[in-house]
């Protein structure tokens, strides 16, 4: 007897009704996993002679290209690892990002001890997002010039791989949802977006301050060969960004999002704006606390009987 796997009975099985109740269930499956799921079918090998003797290719139509693409670099120290861990479960609970395209590294300069070596390679097997630059750490040495410019050659061969970079810190938390949509149709050649000091020119700040500054990918291959920012490297690192920029007549096209950057300034919900897009300087864990609590960051936890928070 044969269904859509052929089958042999059991020697001394009875023919008849007793076997139609054993192979037609099994023909109804065979048929079942062939209509409802082609490509899956392979998996099945103990209904091999049921596979199809060709398989059609399921065409997945391309993505959409996003609106643009951002590098966010996040200088830190490699010591941070409790920084880190927070940043990555704070942004990666802000994902999908609509229409852009968004990557996340930590930056910061060559390790020096075998504690770093050896934590740090887990980190980037487990999570490859670190950029290690070949400088003596600091912070205003020459530490963001060596970020920008290490860019181009770290991406050699691409073509634009980014539209625009940013630099910030581990002690700022972006929203994404207002930060992104800031960023949709600006330029995307020099471009330089971030929150100039309140007391200055706020229609074209002299600079935008260090808790966020963006460039866009032009600007980005500037720093890296122009004589400017290369004889000049060392110094308040943003003040110096808008310098080079100022004495080149770069970074005309210019976004300054103050006040809805700011600095933490407290725990009640007077310190918050509705519309921000980053809030600095938090140092201490009871400051990212107020200020995700505020935010409702996770207010889309479920009651389980696992856990009570």
């Known amino acids: 007897m044969k269904g859509c796997c052929q089958m042999k009975a059991f020697a001394g099985a009875p023919c008849g009704t007793p076997v139609l109740i054993l192979i037609l269930p099994l023909a109804a499956l065979c048929t079942f996993f062939l209509i409802s799921s082609p490509n899956h079918f392979q998996y099945f090998s103990f209904f091999s002679n049921c596979q199809p003797d060709e398989v059609s290719d399921i065409s997945l139509a391309d993505p959409p290209e996003p609106d643009f693409r951002l590098l966010i670099g996040i200088?830190?120290?490699?010591?941070t690892y409790?920084?880190?861990?927070?940043?990555?479960?704070?942004?990666?609970?802000?994902?999908?990002?609509?229409r852009a395209q968004v990557d996340v590294r930590f930056v910061f300069c060559n390790l020096t001890t075998d504690e770093q070596r050896e934590f740090i390679a887990l980190e980037i097997l487990a999570h490859n997002?670190?950029?290690?630059l070949n400088c003596k750490?600091?912070?205003?040495?020459?530490?963001?010039?060596?970020?920008?410019?290490?860019?181009?050659?770290?991406?050699?061969?691409?073509?634009?791989?980014?539209?625009?970079?940013?630099?910030?810190?581990?002690?700022?938390?972006?929203?994404?949802?207002?930060?992104?949509?800031?960023?949709?149709?600006?330029?995307?050649?020099?471009?330089?977006?971030?929150?100039?000091?309140?007391?200055?020119?706020?229609?074209?700040?002299?600079?935008?301050?260090?808790?966020?500054y963006i460039l866009s990918w032009d600007l980005v291959e500037w720093i890296a060969t122009a004589d400017i920012p290369r004889n000049d490297p060392a110094g308040p690192e943003d003040i110096y960004t808008g310098m080079w920029l100022d004495?080149?007549?770069?970074?005309?096209?210019?976004?300054?999002?103050?006040?809805?950057?700011?600095?933490?300034?407290?725990?009640?919900?007077?310190?918050?704006?509705?519309?921000?897009i980053a809030v600095h300087l938090l140092k201490q864990d009871f400051m990212w606390a107020a200020t995700l609590k505020h935010f409702n960051a996770t207010a889309t936890i479920k009651p389980s009987i696992l856990y009570h928070v």
């Not at 920084?83 to 609509?98: A, G, S």
């Open 129 to 132: 997002d670190i950029i290690i």
């Open 247 to 276: 004495k080149a007549g770069k970074g005309l096209n210019r976004y300054n999002m103050g006040p809805r950057v700011y600095n933490f300034n407290g725990t009640e919900a007077k310190d918050f704006l509705p519309d921000t």
């Open 75 to 79: 200088l830190t120290i490699p010591n």
């Open 137 to 212: 750490e600091n912070m205003n040495e020459g530490k963001t010039y060596k970020y920008f410019s290490s860019l181009p050659q770290m991406f050699e061969g691409e073509d634009k791989p980014y539209d625009y970079v940013m630099k910030t810190d581990d002690d700022t938390y972006l929203r994404f949802d207002n930060f992104l949509e800031s960023l949709r149709g600006k330029p995307k050649e020099d471009m330089y977006w971030g929150s100039g000091m309140p007391m200055l020119d706020q229609d074209f700040p002299p600079f935008m301050v260090g808790t966020g």
């Open 82 to 98: 409790k920084r880190r861990h927070l940043l990555r479960m704070i942004y990666d609970l802000q994902r999908p990002f609509p």
